[in-house]
Structures are given as C-alpha cells and as structure tokens.
C-alpha cells in the first residue's frame, strides 16, 4: 500500500491538487473546483485500473457539492467537485462503473449530466419530475407500486410485448 | 420470428422481489438477444428519512434498509459515525462485531444456494440447504433475541456480549454443519447432472468484472478479488486469518461455488475470533456528541462491497448521508450474463447476482 501512497502523491501532485490522507491511511480526499480537471483526473484514475463506487451529491442552497468515491486497490480516493450550473460531465465513458449512480444524480438532484451514455431514469418513473430529495412523494407513487389498471395499461400499451 | 418481447415481473412467483424484466429472444424464440430491466418498484426515499432522524435513531432506520445484510447497515454507518468522533473501539467489540458478521454472512449464502436450488426445480437439495440455515437461524435467535435483524451494533461498541455457555453453542453449530457444507462442496463439484446444469450459464468474464466494477462472490467467481476484509480491513479482520476464495469461470456454478467455500472460510473467522476473543468493554462507557465531518466507510457484506458517505454539521442529525449496496454495482453485469442464454434461465441467472432489490433501490 505505501509504493500506492507515492504514487498517488506523484500524480495529484503533478495535477496540483490539494489533497490529503485520513489518520487510517485507506482513504484520500482532494478538492477540485475545475470540471476539465476532474476529467483529466478521471482519465489517469481509468489507466490506474480504478473503479467508480460511488458519487454523492449534496446541496447548499443554489450551489452543488459532488464527492466521487473512487477505489484503487483498497485506497479510496474521495474528489470533491463544487458545481453552481448544476451540470457536470459524465465519467461513464470512462467507468463504466458510473453509469448507475450518475443517473441517480439526475433524478434526485436534477443535476444535468452531459455526454451520458445511457441517460435513462433509474428508479423514479418519468412521471416524477426530478429533484426530488426534499419532496414528499405517497409510498405507491415513489415506487411505481400500483399494480392497477393504469400499470397494466401501460404495459400493455407497449408496442410489440407480448403478454404471458 | 418477428421482434415480439417477452416480459417477466414486474410481480412474479419466480422473482424474489419486484424487477420487470423486457426480453427480446433470439430467432430461435428460445434464448435471450437482449434483456432489458426497469426498476423502482421498492423505492421508499430512505436517504432523506435519515436526514430527519438523529444518530441513534438511523440506528433502527439502517438496519431494515435489508433483510439478510441487515447487520451490515449499521455496522458500516456506525463505522462512519465513529470515525468522525475519532472514537476507537474496546478491542472486544471489534471482534464481536466480526462474530455477528460472518454467522449473517454463512445464512446468507446458505439462503441464497437453497434459492439456486429452487430454481433448478432441485427440491431436495433445496430443503437440505435451508435445513442447514436453520441452524445459523437459531443461533441468531439464542444470541441477538431475532432471526434476521440482529441490531448488534451501536456507536462505540455492541449491543451483545458472548458468554462461555453461548460461545460454545456457536462453536458446537459450527462442528455440527462443517461436514454438511463439505458435503455440499463436493456435490457442486462432482455431480454430472448438478454442473451441466450450471455451468457456462451467465458467463461474466475477467475482463467484463473489471470494466463493470462488480463486486462480492460475483467479481471473485470471476477471478476479480476485492474483498474489503483484505483489500481495506476493519473491525478486527486484520488480526484473522482467512483466505479469499476465487473462481475463474464466472459462471452460476462458480458463482455458487465462492459461497459455499466462503462459508468454510467464515467458519474458519468464527473459531479464531472465538478463541482470541479479548476480554473487556463490549462498547464505550460514555455517549459522545458527533462533531461536524465527513467520513467514508465501507464493509464486505455477504454480496460484497457495501459503502456509506456521511457528512455531518454538529446538529444530532446528518446533514447528508448515502450509501451504495453491492446489488447497485453487480445490476449491469446481467446484461452481459443473459444474452444467448435460454430464457428458462432468467430467473436462475439473476438469483446468482444475490440481488437485494429492496435495499439498491432504497
């Protein structure tokens, strides 16, 4: 795990990004306000062999607080990224990892997220309009839980499904 | 053929929990071209409850985030938690946190194989394997006070301590089942009828586990090792011997094989952690305010990785908490299992993912 420390000191060095080990050593934080940077980061991360667990997002009145979670060989590197257009480039080209939890941005943020493969709802249905952390949504709405004649409806609405 | 879809869920007997399934069959109307799946049939918005609960309380809420990783939940957020206050453990509790882990884990996988059973319409075998879990059920029972949310964990420590009369009953279901789940291992691999069943079914390559970052018994069954307990140990991993267990053919049958190894190798964490079991506090003395921070935590739950990001303000509440479920990374890994595989499979091969719908969807 140290020769990873060095290494990884090298290249964010090399970045110029401020950064530093937690007390554990296991995991890493670095602070990025530049959307250019976080990709280029992302892409030296990709020819490490990283992969994507996670991105959080966190809201602070108008302005967004991105950390991507990113694991090297049990190292997580944790990069926060501040956003105040509420959009940010997609990673998923890189990591496939990402697709997921990027769409999940979209949908509960309603953070735009832009050259995204596959850019499709992930569990809200499109009849829920998007930034909806704070919004109080029924259980059988919030999980598209009614099976009633409107869902199957739907379903059946579908071109060329066949129902069994 | 014209391009007819076949659908499946999203409320069906084969499904565990609610998945629609749109399958678009090959020429041949028998196997799979491509499967696509929708989701969000059990999302219940429960990273902003927590939001609206204090630390204690999110205690409760994490725990019925799942069923069979229930005691990963809180482990994982009380390690978050603990690491923001900079509390360190009685070293008593790391080990018994261990303890509940590994017997969750070992009904877990024995869950999910009788599961695998089923499916291959194996009544028997399945009836054998639950059988054998009933055992690890019981013990919870003995232990925690219930089968299947142990609320072992609190901030600082454990909620339960191991007397000798218990350790030796642990010790005694471990020695009672060893021989059943060796006996299991070599029927997986010797039986001709059991292996053409499954094996070369849901093929994910090397290469395909890496690029998809999966994660658990389904990156090891495809020779991909990132189990935390090595990779990034906690609790009391480090101080344990154990091995991972690593299959190459990424198929049902390898997937199957990594749990039922898996098991012997948590029996194996189960008599160390026992015989080294320190003596001392179970959890810290004193209840600490949680100051403002951020951390991050991850453990190895029975379906692999399971992470949590928490950030709080100083306020007895968090101001932002999230965590991912292994299920979450492995989803996307089916869409390269299923095509070319005949559609009777679909169920079996999505059982092999171990999937927790209830707890990716959240």
Redesign the interface.
Known sequence: MKSLHVKLNDVLGALKLGCHF?KKG??LWCEIDDKALLLSLAEILQTM?A????I?A?QKEDAHEL?Y?F?L????I?VKLHITDKSVPSITPL???A???ERELSE?YGIAILNHPNPK?????EAIKEN???EY?S?SS????K?SQALWNR?KA?E????? | M???????G??DVALEEPVYF?IEPNRDGKTNKTVDMI???????I??IVLQRNFLQNLIITEKVCALCSNNHPFTYCMAVE?IAGLSLPERALYLRVVADEIKRIASHLFNLGMLSHLIHNKALMTQFLETREDFQDLKESIWGNRMDLSANTIGGVKFDLDAKLIASIKTTLDQNRSKIEAFIALFETDATLISRLSGVGVLGYEDA????VVGPVARASGVN?D?RK??PYAAYDKLSFDVVLQKDGDVLSRAKVRLYEILESMKLLHQALDALPKGDIVLPTRTLIPEGE??S?TEAPRG?L?Y?L?TNGSQKP??M???VPT??N??ALKVMMPNNSIDDVALIFNSIDPCISCT?R
């Open positions: 937690d296991d995991s062999n992969r994507v667990c996670m959080t966190h950390v979670h694991d060989d049990g190292i997580m944790n990591f496939k990892s697709d997921w939890t509960i709802r992930l569990f809200l249905d909806v952390l704070k949504y259980l919030a999980m598209s839980g099976v379903v579908e060329g499904v066949l129902h069994g | 014209d391009n007819t879809k076949v659908i499946l999203p409320f749109k989701n969000g049939f059990v999302h219940r918005g990273e902003s690491k890496l690029r998809l970052g990132n935390v990779r990034s951390a991050i991850r990785e992470v990001y950030k101001e932002r999230k965590w991912r979450y990374m989803w996307e969807e």
